[in-house]
């Protein structure tokens, strides 16, 4: 590290803790990517905690000439939130909001996700106005700062229109409240001549009639190319100014700390109707017209309009497009425009509809109009626009990048500008891009599969870039840049699109911030006019070094095979989830569900860093690189990667990392290792083990009888950090046995059986020495399913059987399926070949069953009870407050509503923790790395507290131990809940 980063490092280590700071190789690398196409790799990257760091940081920067680039989510797709300099990370520590009484206003700081903003607000009937695709990942900071806006906000509802104040860091280190009277008042005195310059600034584009209606024209529609002109001609304020100018500035003059926003009304009544037509030209000729709509409260009729080409209707299998390709020898020119309208009364509704209807009567097409207001049907619709992006980027070629541009049109140019663009991008030979996007707002994305591996793709990309800055900006004057941001993509364009007037007074903006250039250097400003073809991301294939290993092991044919034979497994990995995987265009949308998404390395960071691994294995030329990257990824990356998959359920193409990291314990397991052996005999010997281990599970428990549990946490917690023993809690459960004379018990009488498989877990461990609940589960469940007057049927030679989810989360996926086929083989023949239904009690158990086994049906308990027991038993629901934890792998199954719906019929005040995914224990990673269930629950103890909640319920017996520890209350399986608050109902 050069000296002057020495210097920056040891003076920011005394107010910054080390473990926010990082300048390993490997985390370097990681925060190098964000969801754009280009990388840098910073040379320090800080996790900061306050406004009190940020300050600081930016004075040392300052004082020593240091560049510094701000991120939040890294969702942004132009290169805004990546440096080679000094990173400052402002998301998991960034969340504190508050809101107004009346919910009309609204506080945030930068690290709130838009989604969970709209969360807050939901109880208010109000919503956060800006609405990009990104929402549901994208942090406010980022949102704001690069005044990124989607569907329905336009730009009458954007955040330049929405903010009302600001809170900064300038680039001194000076902190700024632009909606408190004390601070705007002492920034006067210190920085008298900054003030000045903006009323210069202001006063000199008032005195120029030309840039004035110019700036006026270019905002009429969403532009964020460049920085944000508009408030010099909406504001007089100095200070209202400012803080608009923040707006669109990508982090290149000052640090949002706060934003203080007014939000919007969400409007209850809704309705959506897909509406087709064979021409794109008609189809924007619609849009122009239903964009002149208004009702009698002077509102737009028409809330959103989506144009969705020939292209993206087909890369999403739409139903009228098959039907259409059918009957006709051009597809091309179908278009579909999907649009929505909102309303406060179902009257009021039904009004607009009959005026849209009226409105596109005047078109021609292809199918009658129909709106409906359902939102199981107008969701199917918002399903289909959704999933443009994942299958055209999915179906990429391999080792290609999905780059996603946006144009916007005056709406008057609407329909030939469409077209023209829709023929300039075939004319560059991009065969599989499509166009769609926010026709009311004339904001188009086109979606282009990319390569950049040889310089005829760069110049080939070069030279449509140029054609779409003569089409938009010389031909129809609009905006190259209008609602992603400027970023590095578009910095050559500013002064082509803007003109010299404009680009000199953004020049001298910057100046004022900025005056030294050390906030996010090449981001708006370049003057580098390559500087958009440089830096491209790199994007390895997984699976290369497999395919070449197959080869020479003469195998070219069997690629896609899951072939694990002894000498060779850690080669024959399972092609189809590594092809997933390279699809990932690390937008980063998976990280909202990520566990250890700001602990260690996020899911995203995991397949980058496993890509750069691949990269310097194929290529054979770095030893030394690969073998300190593989080092630093076996804690970060592997090791606190719980495995569970829900990233799966936010990233665009379902892609699960935590099969990548089943893979790689795979790779670290070969056949023939010690630890493979280990496995093998303990999967052998499985009744063995689980006796051994009851002793163990005694002995713990007497220890804590009489050392008491400060003394055991204290000594066990020692020897965890001294010897990696597991670490023990007051929530381990003493050992439990299933007496024989249990597993013998029937009730000939009852028609109605169940083949009960309880988890080994819970074969294994009883209760906790404090536990709420007198039963250990099995004895529970099996008075339960009594209760409701079912024959409980065990499998045969239960001690040896397990799903074979614990071999599976080490990586010995053969040994797991071969205890799968053990299991599956014992509960066919329970269930009388599938006619009895199967319970397990343990949702991550049943999860991999249900995965692998599919000749019977399976269910967990809240599944089982809701489906089976509901009708037997009679409910009295308890007025008493419960907690309830939805498991990842109730999540991944589709059963999480199933599991409150029952808990809701046993209490009147059921409550769900917010922002508690994965509870990180993964069936033994609690023990093995407590840091990372204690780091997954954080937020979970305070909302139990501020409810006085005193027991909580699930159906993962680790879970629970888990969130027993880290809430603060016992957590049992929601079976406890049903039967306390049930009786039997009387049978026919």
């Known amino acids: 590290m050069k000296d002057i980063y020495t210097q920056f490092l040891n003076e920011a280590s005394s107010f910054i803790p080390q473990d926010r700071i990082y300048t390993d190789e490997l985390r370097r690398l990681a925060w190098g990517t964000d969801a754009g196409f280009y990388r840098l790799i910073p040379q320090i990257v800080i996790r900061s905690d306050n406004e009190e760091e940020v300050s600081q940081l930016l004075r040392l920067a300052d004082r020593l000439g240091l560049p510094v680039t701000f991120r939040a989510a890294g969702t942004s797709l132009s290169g805004q939130s990546i440096s080679d300099s000094i990173l400052i990370v402002a998301g998991k520590h960034w969340e504190k909001y508050s809101i107004t009484p009346d919910g009309e206003q609204i506080t945030l700081q930068p690290g709130i996700i838009g989604q969970r903003v709209n969360e807050l607000l939901a109880p208010y009937g109000r919503k956060f106005a800006p609405d990009p695709a990104s929402v549901k990942s994208a942090m406010v900071g980022g949102i704001v700062m690069n005044n990124a806006s989607g569907m329905n906000c336009g730009t009458h509802a954007n955040s330049d229109k929405m903010m009302l104040s600001a809170r900064l860091v300038m680039a001194d280190g000076t902190v700024l409240d632009t909606g408190d009277p004390v601070s705007r008042a ?128 087909s890369s999403v299998d739409d139903p009228v497009y098959v039907k259409y390709k059918g009957e006709v020898a051009d597809p091309s020119g179908l278009t579909a425009i999907l649009t929505e309208t909102k309303a406060r009364t179902p009257e009021e509704l039904y009004q607009d509809i009959a005026a849209i209807e009226q409105a596109l009567a005047a078109f021609q097409t292809y199918i009658p109009v129909h709106f409906t207001d359902k939102p199981e049907e107008y969701g199917k619709f918002w399903a ?432 797991a399926d071969r205890k799968t086929r053990e299991l599956e083989d014992a509960l066919w023949e329970a269930s009388q070949q599938g006619r009895y239904p199967v319970l397990c009690d343990q949702s991550p158990c049943l999860h991999r069953m249900r995965e692998t086994i599919h000749r019977m049906k399976l269910y967990e308990p809240a599944e089982f009870i809701y489906t089976f027991l509901r009708d037997r038993l009679t409910f009295t629901p308890i007025d008493r407050p419960v907690a309830l934890h939805i498991t990842c792998s109730m999540r991944k199954m589709g059963l999480a509503n199933t599991l409150i719906a029952l808990a809701r019929l046993c209490s009147t005040q059921v409550f769900v923790p917010e922002e508690v995914g994965c509870c990180g224990f993964a069936g033994d990673r609690g023990f093995t790395h407590p840091e990372l269930n204690a780091y ?17 319920y699930s159906n993962s017996r680790t879970c629970e131990i888990g969130l027993t520890t880290n809430s603060g209350i016992p957590y049992v399986s929601i079976a406890y809940l049903v039967d306390e608050c049930t009786t039997p109902k009387k049978q026919n």
Not at 545 to 553: A, D, G, I, P, W
Not at 936 to 952: S, T, V, Y
Request: glycine content about 8%; some cysteine.
């Open 936 to 952: 997954a629950l954080r937020k979970l103890r305070p909302q139990i507290e501020e409810r006085n909640i005193q027991i909580g």
């Open 186 to 313: 002492a920034f006067e005195v210190t920085h008298r001549d900054f003030i000045r310059g903006i009323c210069h600034l202001r006063d000199r584009i008032h005195a120029n009639p030309k840039l004035l209606e110019r700036i006026r024209y270019k905002y009429a529609i969403k532009n964020v190319t460049g920085l944000n002109l508009l408030p010099f001609i909406r504001f007089d304020d100095p200070f209202d100014i400012i803080a608009h100018l923040m707006v669109g500035s990508e982090g290149t003059l000052a640090f949002l700390s706060q934003v203080t926003m007014r939000t919007e009304y969400d409007y209850p009544c809704k309705a959506s109707a897909m509406v087709y037509f064979t021409d794109i030209r008609e189809a924007c000729r619609a849009v122009v017209a239903m964009k002149k709509l208004s009702n009698a409260h002077d509102e737009w009729i028409v809330k959103g309009a989506e144009l969705l080409d020939y292209k993206s209707l």
């Open 384 to 815: 289909i626009r959704s999933g443009i992006f994942p299958s055209v980027g999915g179906t990429r070629r391999p080792g290609t990048t999905c780059l996603i541009e946006d144009v916007a049109f005056h709406i008057e140019d609407l329909p030939e500008a469409t077209a023209a663009l829709q023929q300039l991008i075939a004319r560059h030979g991009y065969d599989d891009a499509c166009i769609y996007g926010h026709a009311l707002e004339g904001n188009y994305h086109f979606i282009l599969n990319q390569s950049f591996a040889t310089q005829a793709e760069v110049d080939r990309y070069e030279a449509l870039m140029e054609d779409v800055k003569t089409l938009v900006v010389d031909k129809y004057d609009g905006s190259l840049k209008a609602e992603h941001g400027t970023g590095r993509n578009m910095a050559p364009y500013v002064r082509y699109e803007w003109g010299d007037e404009a680009y000199e007074v953004m020049k001298a903006v910057k100046q004022l911030f900025d005056p030294k250039g050390l906030l996010n250097p090449g981001v708006i400003f370049n003057d580098d006019p390559k500087c958009h073809l440089k830096n491209f991301k790199p994007l390895p294939l997984l699976n290369e070094e497999v395919r070449m290993k197959n080869e020479e092991l003469g195998m070219k044919d069997k690629g896609n095979e899951d072939k694990r034979t002894s000498g060779d497994s850690s080669f024959f990995i399972l092609h189809s989830t590594l092809n997933k995987i390279n699809r990932c265009i690390e937008c980063g949308f998976c990280e909202v569900n990520c566990l250890s998404c700001g602990f260690t390395l996020s899911s995203r960071q995991r397949i980058v860093i496993q890509r750069e691994l691949a990269r310097l294995r194929q290529e054979g030329d770095n030893p030394e690189r690969l073998a300190l990257l593989e080092k630093q990824y076996r804690y970060l990356g592997n090791q606190t990667c719980a495995g569970d998959g829900l990233c799966s359920l936010s990233c665009p193409m379902g892609i699960n990392t935590g099969d990548l990291t089943h893979l790689i314990r795979q790779r670290l397991l070969p056949p023939g290792s010690s630890g493979y052996k280990a496995g093998d005999y303990a999967a052998r010997h499985f009744a063995g083990i689980k006796g051994s281990l009851r002793p163990v599970l005694t002995l713990a428990d007497t220890a804590h009888a009489i050392l008491g549990t400060a003394a055991m946490s204290r000594l066990t917690r020692g020897m965890h950090n001294l010897l990696g023993i597991p670490q023990w809690t007051p929530a381990m459960p003493k050992a439990y046995k299933i007496k024989d004379e249990e597993q013998r018990m029937k009730h000939e009488e009852n028609t109605a059986k169940v083949v009960y498989f309880p988890s080994c877990i819970n074969q294994t461990m009883g209760l906790a020495r404090k536990s709420p609940v007198e039963q250990a589960l099995v004895n529970k469940m099996i008075a339960l399913l009594h209760k409701a007057g079912y024959e409980v049927i065990f499998p045969k030679n239960m001690e040896k059987l397990c799903c074979g989810t614990i071999w599976e989360s080490k990586g010995m996926m053969d040994i």
